[in-house]
């Protein structure tokens, strides 16, 4: 049973637009929840982060969302970069009920922003 | 400051070996969490050490073991090795592990034959 979900493999966009990433998750017992980015033979990257005690959180060009009873957040960057290409993975853990070690990751989406 | 090591990057061994995989968390930081990444299942936990107790683990089976150090420096064994074991095993450090970031490492690409 997926427990966090990304159900687009792959996005595309234009350069300068605006790329949403989409995550939907079931457990309601995660209350911390994270972006990682991905480039090929690397290890992911931390990217933005939010509690379940926000619905939002902004950093630089990166945006997340949080709709706790959706139970779905989404990443948004503006404007898309060509450098922003990569895979984005959406994670979750129940931080405040344990430890953040054990996080759940969705299977990723990968991004192609084109110039 | 230096990032997650992690030796060696690539392995290939053959069904029935055993295989050590080593992690240099970040200076400083505690805790070392252990994932394995497959095109089929996506990221998955192993396992999560802190202060050389393992904390957290995730749905795997006795095959997979690990051990940290007073250093905490972390080592994962696979033993009885199986082609599905064929991953990208990536080993991620961070201060407390409670709510702080976790810092991926490079990841060492184990292929089993």
């Known amino acids: 049973d997926q427990q966090v979900k990304q159900n687009s493999p792959s996005l595309s966009v234009q350069e300068g637009r605006i790329s949403i990433l989409n995550c939907d998750y079931t457990?309601?017992?995660?209350?911390?929840f994270l972006w990682y980015k991905k480039y090929p033979a690397e290890g992911p990257t931390f990217l933005i982060s939010?509690?379940?005690?926000?619905d939002k959180n902004e950093d630089g060009r990166f945006t997340v969302f949080l709709n706790k009873s959706a139970k779905h957040l989404s990443l948004h960057i503006v404007p898309s970069q060509p450098g922003d290409s990569a895979v984005y993975f959406c994670a979750a853990s129940a931080a405040y009920g344990g430890s953040q070690g054990n996080l759940i990751f969705g299977k990723g989406t990968k991004l192609s922003v084109k110039p | 400051k230096a990032g997650v090591t992690q030796t060696p990057r690539y392995l290939i061994k053959t069904r029935g070996q055993q295989v050590t995989l080593s992690c240099s968390p970040i200076?400083?930081?505690?805790?070392v969490s252990w994932y394995q990444q497959t095109p089929g299942q996506g990221l998955q936990f192993l396992f999560e050490?802190?202060?050389?107790?393992?904390?957290n683990k995730g749905n795997f089976p006795g095959r997979f073991s690990g051990r940290q150090f007073s250093n905490s420096r972390s080592e994962m064994n696979v033993s009885t090795l199986e082609l599905g074991d064929s991953a990208l095993y990536l080993c991620a450090s961070s201060l407390d592990a409670f709510t702080d970031t976790q810092y991926f490492g490079p990841g060492t690409r184990l292929t089993v034959l």
């Open positions: 050490y802190f202060s050389e107790t393992q904390r």
């Open positions: 939010i509690s379940s005690i926000k």
């Open positions: 200076s400083g930081h505690r805790s």
């Open positions: 457990n309601s017992m995660f209350d911390y």
